[in-house]
């Protein structure tokens, strides 16, 4: 997988490809976010193929540092060094990111960031099935970073 690959899996906006490609991230450190919604769900472009997400995160752990978002400043200083970091977050709190994202990221060693619509815990929202509140607090007790989406 390149750079570029991951790029377009991850649905980045064209503008944001265009400008990632210029760098060399192979000779010059690039700090990013990934954002993600659902993995591997019928939520559309707000959602990425289980099978595709694993390879990012294949390539994520071979060619980045991942943090959770509360380190990334401190990781900051860090950029004159030779690697690349990313965090990866994911919005709205959907039941994947627990059935399935945590357990992905628990294989390759990767802590993120979980914002949480805190007023669906529980529910659906349009038609998909949300976290629990016993979820959330799994996903923190195992050092994942939780915030709020909205309420």
Request: glycine content about 6%; aromatic content about 10%.
């Amino acid at each position: 997988m390149t750079l570029q690959s991951l790029l377009t899996l991850s649905g980045i906006t064209r503008a944001g490809k265009r400008f990632l490609s210029a760098i060399d991230w192979t000779t010059q450190p690039i700090c990013g976010l990934l954002a993600y919604h659902s993995i591997g769900s019928a939520l559309g472009r707000n959602s990425v193929d289980t099978d595709q997400f694993i390879q990012q995160l294949h390539f994520l752990s071979d060619h980045f540092a991942t943090v959770r978002i509360d380190t990334l400043p401190e990781t900051l200083p860090n950029l004159n060094s030779t690697f690349n970091t990313v965090a990866l977050t994911f919005d709205d709190g959907y039941l994947d990111n627990y059935t399935t994202v945590v357990p992905l990221l628990h294989q390759h060693a990767i802590k993120a960031t979980f914002f949480v619509a805190t007023h669906f815990l529980g529910q659906r929202l349009r038609g998909f099935v949300m976290m629990s509140t016993s979820e959330v607090r799994a996903i923190a007790h195992l050092g994942h970073e939780i915030g709020a989406h909205s309420v």
